[in-house]
């Protein structure tokens, strides 16, 4: 290929303009554009976008601190505790919301306040010692040191008493929500109500939670599909259980509003039954709490 004439002699036209230059006085712009160097123009920076990466958040040797979520006591309504019956060491607590599982350990405490040098104080407060709870009233002929025991008790959530029991009349398998039929509905469809407060059964070792009965003596629910979202919502395996399967003829037992009352059992019985007590304010909480 022949090579390209110096062009000393030629003349050009500018791209800007229209004026003649002389050739080799002619420069390319970053368009494209033959100009004359006269009528250069630089490219305007705010064309030239630089790239950017992301800003820098983690740090490269990172020394988070270690510590677990604080657990800490939950107040209960004035007079949270109610006995079941005389003779009975049975407990239903009032606990709105709670949100605990079957089998949950629980502690009760009273009043803040100081301890003795050899344990809880006893009501009324001592103010002495080091910082602590008072136990709660007693309720019932059962002392608050029963109840507010250190150690907690394991719960049942809802009141499983008086006993309210049927039979099932289908065998179940483990995530059936559809057609759970009753043999005996009676007992049960008399805790439910218009405004779909929670109920719970006990089969074998497994809740189930409800809202309603239905006209058919079944768990009120509408299909598998609105389970998300319909309010006679049908939840298997809930409290902390795991949902199993049942054979027809297994033992169905009520379990009475299990999202607002639990219940233990302590050593002293009581006198009356059905007596509310333990004054305000009283927590509900772990053994131990943390900072």
């Given at each position: 290929?022949?090579?390209?004439?110096?062009g000393?002699?030629?003349?050009?036209?500018?791209?800007?303009?229209?004026?003649?230059?002389?050739?080799?006085?002619?420069?390319?712009?970053?368009?494209?554009?033959?100009?004359?160097?006269?009528?250069?123009?630089?490219?305007?920076?705010?064309?030239?976008?630089a790239?950017?990466?992301?800003?820098?958040?983690?740090?490269?040797?990172?020394?988070?601190?270690?510590?677990?979520?604080?657990t800490?006591?939950?107040?209960?309504?004035?007079?949270?505790?109610?006995?079941?019956?005389?003779?009975?060491?049975?407990?239903?607590?009032?606990?709105?919301?709670?949100?605990?599982?079957?089998?949950?350990?629980?502690?009760?405490?009273?009043?803040?306040?100081?301890?003795?040098?050899t344990?809880?104080?006893q009501?009324?407060?001592?103010?002495?010692?080091?910082?602590?709870?008072?136990?709660?009233?007693?309720?019932?002929?059962?002392?608050?040191?029963?109840?507010?025991?250190?150690?907690?008790?394991?719960?049942?959530?809802?009141?499983?008493?008086?006993?309210?029991?049927?039979?099932?009349?289908?065998?179940?398998?483990?995530?059936?929500?559809?057609?759970?039929?009753?043999?005996?509905?009676?007992?049960?469809?008399?805790?439910?109500?218009n405004?779909?407060?929670?109920?719970?059964?006990?089969i074998?070792?497994?809740l189930?939670?409800?809202?309603?009965?239905?006209?058919?003596?079944?768990?009120?629910?509408?299909?598998?599909?609105?389970?998300?979202?319909?309010?006679?919502?049908?939840?298997?395996?809930?409290?902390?259980?795991?949902?199993a399967?049942?054979?027809?003829?297994?033992?169905?037992?009520?379990?009475?509003?299990?999202?607002?009352?639990?219940?233990?059992?302590q050593?002293?019985?009581?006198?009356?039954?059905?007596?509310?007590?333990?004054?305000?304010?009283?927590?509900a909480?772990?053994?131990?709490?943390?900072?």
């Open positions: 290929m022949g090579k390209y004439a110096s000393k002699h030629a003349i050009a036209i500018s791209d800007r303009s229209g004026l003649r230059f002389p050739y080799r006085e002619m420069v390319k712009e970053w368009n494209g554009m033959w100009v004359h160097y006269t009528e250069y123009e630089p490219k305007q920076p705010q064309l030239e976008l790239v950017i990466g992301a800003d820098g958040i983690g740090l490269e040797h990172p020394r988070p601190e270690q510590r677990a979520t604080p800490v006591p939950v107040m209960l309504p004035e007079n949270p505790f109610e006995t079941y019956t005389a003779g009975s060491g049975l407990i239903f607590v009032h606990s709105p919301s709670h949100r605990r599982n079957e089998a949950d350990t629980v502690r009760f405490r009273g009043v803040p306040d100081q301890s003795t040098s344990g809880n104080s009501f009324p407060p001592t103010n002495n010692g080091a910082p602590g709870f008072s136990n709660c009233r007693d309720v019932d002929g059962i002392p608050g040191s029963s109840i507010c025991a250190a150690s907690g008790y394991a719960i049942d959530v809802g009141k499983g008493m008086p006993l309210r029991q049927t039979t099932l009349v289908d065998a179940l398998d483990d995530s059936q929500t559809t057609g759970i039929k009753l043999t005996n509905a009676t007992a049960f469809s008399a805790v439910t109500t405004d779909f407060l929670r109920q719970a059964i006990m074998d070792n497994e189930i939670r409800y809202t309603t009965i239905a006209a058919d003596n079944s768990l009120g629910q509408v299909s598998p599909e609105a389970t998300a979202i319909n309010p006679n919502v049908v939840t298997r395996g809930a409290y902390g259980t795991t949902a399967t049942h054979n027809a003829g297994a033992t169905v037992t009520l379990i009475e509003d299990p999202d607002n009352y639990f219940q233990f059992t050593a002293t019985n009581a006198s009356v039954g059905g007596i509310q007590g333990g004054g305000f304010p009283v927590s909480g772990p053994v131990t709490i943390t900072p």
